[in-house]
């Protein structure tokens, strides 16, 4: 039995959060409820996801499961999306990418069995100042916006799209060595090319 309690109240999210997602499989999810009560001890999941980007509900959630005897655990939701997301983009924040991330894939490749390879990609935009001087905020804000765009739609799910900061981004792709990661770089920089044809035309 799980008791569902909301440590932020803003969430709007629904009392059946918990029973319908947001674990990757109920397997995963009566496995962290199981362990947190066989052991006695509290469990935190930090920014699990909630949502889904294309149908503009993506959320970003801290769980806190307490236990609280043999037969059940209160779940704590936190709210982190606005950590987690950047703002104006809809790509990961660099905290993120620091905090979150980089710990994650620490974690998980030293679970792995052999090598296990980390890809990133840098995207700088060229001439950025430019456009913001000459189009105005607007223009620059909504080519940041098609740019993350671009990018989400050249990776696989398991990537990240992650903003720096101003126009500057990183692509990074996990479990993916040298050869595979000249593909992604490649997809990349074609749809990138394709953009801005159809913009010049």
């Known amino acids: 039995k799980a008791f569902l309690q909301f440590t932020n109240s803003t969430t709007g999210i629904g009392r059946n959060l918990f029973r319908e997602y947001p ?11 199981i362990d947190s009560i066989n052991s ?21 959630l801290d769980l806190r499961i307490t236990p609280l005897d043999h037969m059940g655990a209160k779940i704590g939701l936190l709210d982190v999306t606005n950590k987690v997301l950047d ?35 840098g995207i700088d935009l060229k001439k950025f100042k430019h456009v913001n001087d ?7 804000d909504q080519l940041l916006k098609d740019i993350v765009d671009i ?3 050249s990776v ?13 981004f990183f692509v990074l792709c996990p479990n993916t060595d040298h ?12 749809n990138i090319a394709n953009y801005n044809r159809s913009v010049a035309n």
């Open 134 to 140: 000459v189009y105005g905020l607007d223009a620059g």
């Open 179 to 190: 050869e595979q990661l000249e593909i992604v770089r490649g997809r990349i920089e074609r």
């Open 87 to 121: 703002g104006l983009t809809g790509a990961f924040s660099q905290s993120y990418l620091m905090n979150v991330l980089r710990r994650r894939e620490i974690e998980r490749a030293k679970r792995e069995k052999g090598e296990y390879y980390l890809g990133l990609v």
């Open 23 to 33: 674990f990757d499989s109920p397997e995963e999810r009566e496995k962290s409820l």
């Open 151 to 153: 990018l989400k739609n």
């Open 156 to 168: 696989r799910a398991a990537d990240y799209v992650i903003r720096r900061g101003g126009d500057e």
């Open 40 to 60: 006695g001890r509290e469990r935190l999941l930090t920014a699990v996801k909630y949502g889904n980007h294309n149908e503009s509900g993506e959320r970003y």
